[in-house]
């Protein structure tokens, strides 16, 4: 009997697969089990966000400051699981999730009227990512709008040096009433065409991957849909960075009112 039931015991199989728990004997088709999170698999919630994720290819800019100069965390100050962590960005004690908290009272830069808890992508030397728009760029999010009082942008890619812009390239925007769409510049100089892209309800989990493909063209996909954007030939010029987090996208008096995200996965890669 006992060697029936350790034989029972070494047949049931359990494998992990990216968060989920797959368990059942040996032989059955395997049942999938949703974790309680989309990071169950590896966050700590004791942890500062950089105990979970990889911030050595970012800096932190968060609405405080002096007028027109919001303050700045460099990656050295980001990283490890005794990282920087405060009212503005930090790990959610609930489910692990990398928060980002920006009112619509706030420092803001001076190119720019709304508050914002963001990273900006950086090299792992330090020094300020730059890159060519030839190649494959890609920025892959997992994340859920907490709450938001009107519209907030959650990715980006941004115009580097090269020129005298300061626009993005394109922008990825979530509104208070579950509708995400991209804003796709025109030109250095301005004007923003807006793209319905998909739709999520506020508190619901979703994912992005925001990418330049062949020097010339925007890929992005939403929840495993993926469309298909011209880059104009006024920006070939110019290098890009990419940002993500809580770049709010309404101002008032208010320092309650605002856009709070978690990231669940946040990655860059290029090639």
């Known amino acids: 009997m006992r060697i029936r039931t350790l034989l029972t015991a070494l047949a049931t199989v359990t494998t992990v697969i990216g968060g989920l728990a797959l368990a059942g004997p040996a032989g059955a088709s395997p049942t999938a089990t949703a974790p309680t999170s989309p990071t169950a698999a590896f966050a700590d919630p004791s942890k500062a966000p950089g105990g979970n994720f990889d911030l050595s290819v970012w800096q932190l800019q968060e609405p405080v400051g002096s007028p027109g100069k919001p303050t700045t965390i460099p990656s050295s100050r980001l990283q490890g699981a005794s990282g920087f962590q405060d009212d503005y960005f930090y790990t959610d004690k609930r489910d692990g999730a990398m928060t980002f908290w920006a009112p619509e009272k706030g420092v803001t830069t001076p190119n720019s009227n709304y508050a914002r808890s963001e990273l900006r992508e950086m090299n792992r030397n330090g020094g300020a990512a730059d890159w060519s728009l030839g190649g494959s760029h890609k920025l892959q999010a997992t994340l859920r709008v907490v709450s938001v009082t009107k519209n907030v942008c959650v990715g980006q890619i941004h115009l580097g040096s090269g020129g005298s812009s300061t626009k993005p390239l394109v922008e990825l925007y979530y509104r208070a009433n579950g509708d995400i769409v991209l804003g796709t510049e025109n030109s250095p100089a301005g004007g923003q065409t807006l793209h319905n892209v998909g739709h999520v309800s506020v508190g619901k989990t979703w994912n992005y991957t925001i990418g330049v493909s062949g020097g010339d063209t925007i890929d ?52």
Not at 235 to 241: E, N, S
Not at 249 to 262: E, F, K, M, P, W
């Open 220 to 271: 992005l996909t939403v929840n495993g849909s993926t469309t298909h954007y011209d880059i104009p030939s006024s920006f070939f010029q110019y290098k890009q960075y990419f940002k993500a987090g809580s770049y709010n996208q309404s101002s008032s008096d208010s320092t309650t009112n605002g856009a709070r995200v978690g990231f669940y996965g946040l990655t860059v890669s290029h090639g």
